[in-house]
């Protein structure tokens, strides 16, 4: 399975972003598509997953009601769209897939993402 991400860019404050994740491969039904961010100095954090199959979506405390994660199986591409940007959304942001193992309680953890893009830098100035 390889991913690319792509759609990061230089934003002010308080605009809007989409970035999309295109996925090549096989990938099973139940699997997991989840996008985290890496700051300058910090650790990789957890955004946002979707499962492929059934479209539930979880996001972290930080980005709920101002992200959405969205699937188009179809073209095998997974999206984000961030809205109301902070500079503190400042990374950058990986797209990742799970193997369709993961429970839904461990949905935010990044052991269970084994293939991993290459990530697109996004920066909101203030």
């Known amino acids: 399975v390889q991913l690319q991400a792509s759609g990061g860019g230089l934003v002010q404050a308080g605009n809007s972003l989409t970035l999309s994740c295109a996925v090549s491969?096989?990938?099973?039904?139940?699997?997991?598509m989840g996008w985290f961010r890496q700051a300058p100095g910090k650790e990789r954090e957890f955004v946002a997953t979707?499962?492929?199959?059934?479209?539930?979506?979880y996001y972290a405390d930080s980005v709920k009601s101002r992200f959405i994660i969205s699937r188009d199986n179809t073209k095998n591409t997974v999206y984000l769209q961030m809205n109301s940007l902070k500079p503190a959304d400042t990374a950058i942001y990986y797209c990742?897939?799970?193997?369709?193992?993961?429970?839904?309680?461990?949905?935010?953890?990044?052991?269970?993402?084994?293939?991993w893009g290459q990530g697109t830098q996004v920066t909101v100035s203030s």
């Open positions: 990742a897939a799970d193997s369709g193992t993961t429970v839904w309680s461990e949905a935010n953890k990044i052991s269970r993402y084994t293939n």
């Open positions: 979707i499962r492929r199959n059934s479209g539930s979506t």
């Open positions: 491969g096989h990938t099973p039904s139940r699997t997991l």
